[in-house]
């Protein structure tokens, strides 16, 4: 019998949660997290040129004034300073030290103001008074700064402040990126994310980064299924993106959109509106395989780009696996989302699941029993341990990607390997695929997959789909 349970075509290097990778994540945390982004502008082509030299993809651009669907694309928002400045011409608040100082997509001014007329424009957070809030101005020109509660009580309320935000919009581009990896099964899967978060880190910097690194490991590998990677500003770039690519998206089986993955509390899945479809299935099975616990989310129209993506004329399912999921952890929206918050380690395991979750729906076969009545002998055909007393052993890791993972790690029983092959044949009818038997039966996927192909050679499956 073989015991060897990897899965050679899908091994990839560096491995995922080797220390390479790891130092790899924290090089891109670092180039990418002081680049002021928004909706559209050189803060966004910056960041998609840099996520390109890691695994190339293309970068499109759709020009402002176009409309797409019910909305308009935005002009491009340029900023190179701001702040609010005391008497003494000392700066309080400055843009050049956090640029989440400064509402997103601001107006510009250059007045001398009371703190009375400033006081409408300057927002804080009682509750969490170290942090600046994160704001945007996205649909209604205004203008403001975000600053600590500490930093506003601390401002003297009968002086006069010099205020500056040196910012334009301009007619320019909305722009994106997408890649299509191409398979054969007929079957395509979405993996999106979002690009217009200025310096936050779990929010959305995680996300960015494990698209790219899910994308480079999946371009190495052969896939059955397509995979469409898109990367585009929240709301408005999921928005262009489906106006433009229309018809499409109509092909698309279900996907992931990549968020909040590398926050210190718990794992997460946000389920799809179909709440049991396979892409909710290949994740929680992901999840379940590498022993990861985790919260349930149930499906959440104000969520991120499902919002886009589920609507009427769409209809993608799409799940989420988080670390720390948004909405759910204090510092959401605020500047202690940053470096010292998220971990690449952190990170690297959203990846595996990742990884797994893909995998999963590649194995996911529809196999038909050739031994239809009662069970076959596995004994005669050197599939069962001739030896009584070796079961129950650890033959190998559970999950492929998580060897080197111990606190993530289970163990394959031979028990689980004989398990494996009788649910096979049990299961097998040519209806039931090898998800619904992974749930039934709580075995890896991975385990199924090589025992499938194993019952193939020995004559007793065939493969229907
Ligand atoms: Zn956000």
């Known amino acids: 019998m073989t015991l060897n349970t990897s899965n050679k075509k899908t091994s990839v290097n560096p491995f995922p949660g080797s220390d390479e990778i790891v130092a790899e994540i924290r090089t891109l945390f670092g180039r990418l997290f002081p680049i002021c982004r928004s909706l559209t502008g050189d803060g966004v082509r910056q960041t998609l040129e840099i996520l390109k030299s890691i695994c190339d993809f293309d970068i499109n651009s759709v020009a402002s004034g176009t409309e797409v669907f019910d909305w308009i694309v935005p002009e491009e928002w340029s900023i190179d300073d701001a702040y609010i400045a005391d008497q003494n011409g000392s700066k309080i608040v400055s843009f050049k030290e956090n640029n989440v100082h400064v509402v997103n997509y601001s107006t510009?001014?250059?007045?001398?103001?009371?703190?009375?007329?400033?006081?409408?424009?300057?927002?804080?957070?009682?509750?969490?008074?170290?942090?600046?809030?994160?704001?945007?101005?996205?649909?209604?020109?205004?203008?403001?700064?975000?600053?600590?509660?500490?930093?506003?009580?601390?401002?003297?309320?009968?002086?006069?402040?010099?205020?500056?935000?040196?910012?334009?919009?301009?007619?320019?581009?909305?722009?994106?990126?997408?890649?299509?990896?191409?398979?054969?099964?007929?079957?395509?899967?979405?993996?999106?994310?979002?690009?217009?978060?200025?310096?936050?880190?779990?929010?959305?910097?995680?996300?960015?980064?494990?698209?790219?690194?899910?994308?480079?490991?999946?371009?190495?590998?052969?896939?059955?299924?397509?995979?469409?990677?898109?990367?585009?500003?929240?709301?408005?770039?999921?928005?262009?993106?489906?106006?433009?690519?229309?018809?499409?998206?109509?092909?698309?089986?279900?996907?992931?959109?990549?968020?909040?993955?590398?926050?210190?509390?718990?794992?997460?899945?946000?389920h799809s509106f179909k709440k049991d479809h396979l892409i909710d299935k290949a994740a929680k099975l992901a999840m379940a395989?590498?022993?990861?616990?985790?919260?349930?989310?149930?499906?959440?129209?104000?969520?991120?780009?499902?919002?886009?993506?589920s609507t009427p004329g769409f209809r993608i399912p799409m799940g989420t696996i988080s670390k720390d999921k948004y909405f759910e952890y204090d510092y959401y929206h605020t500047s202690l989302d940053n470096?010292?918050?998220?971990?690449?380690?952190?990170?690297?395991?959203?990846?595996?699941?990742?990884?797994?979750?893909?995998?999963?729906?590649?194995?996911?076969k529809i196999y038909k029993s050739l031994n239809q009545y009662c069970e076959p002998m596995l004994g005669k055909r050197g599939l069962y341990p001739s030896i009584g007393g070796s079961q129950k052993q650890k033959v190998g890791a559970r999950a492929d990607f998580f060897e080197k993972q111990s606190n993530l790690n289970k163990a394959v029983t031979v028990t689980d390997e004989i398990e494996?092959?009788?649910?096979?044949?049990?299961?097998?009818?040519?209806?039931?695929?090898?998800?619904?038997?992974?749930?039934k039966t709580k075995l890896p996927m991975s385990v199924l997959d090589e025992k499938a192909k194993l019952l193939i050679k020995k004559d007793l499956l065939e493969l229907v789909k």
């Open 108 to 270: 510009a001014i250059d007045a001398v103001l009371t703190f009375d007329q400033l006081r409408p424009h300057l927002h804080t957070l009682a509750e969490l008074p170290s942090a600046i809030p994160y704001r945007t101005t996205y649909y209604k020109k205004d203008w403001g700064f975000c600053l600590s509660h500490d930093q506003l009580e601390r401002m003297d309320k009968k002086a006069k402040y010099q205020v500056l935000i040196s910012s334009s919009h301009k007619p320019g581009v909305l722009n994106y990126g997408e890649v299509l990896i191409p398979g054969h099964s007929g079957q395509e899967y979405l993996v999106s994310t979002y690009c217009c978060h200025p310096s936050l880190a779990n929010d959305n910097l995680s996300g960015m980064v494990l698209w790219v690194f899910l994308l480079r490991w999946l371009k190495s590998i052969k896939t059955e299924h397509s995979y469409r990677f898109i990367i585009a500003p929240e709301t408005i770039g999921a928005i262009t993106y489906l106006s433009e690519k229309t018809e499409d998206m109509k092909n698309i089986d279900g996907g992931y959109v990549l968020s909040t993955v590398a926050g210190p509390g718990k794992f997460g899945y946000s």
């Open 339 to 364: 470096l010292d918050f998220i971990k690449p380690e952190y990170l690297s395991k959203s990846l595996i699941l990742y990884m797994m979750t893909i995998l999963n729906l590649e194995r996911n």
């Open 420 to 439: 494996a092959m009788l649910s096979l044949m049990f299961y097998s009818d040519g209806e039931v695929s090898l998800i619904d038997i992974a749930e």
């Open 289 to 309: 395989d590498c022993g990861v616990e985790y919260i349930n989310y149930p499906f959440d129209i104000s969520g991120s780009d499902e919002r886009q993506f």
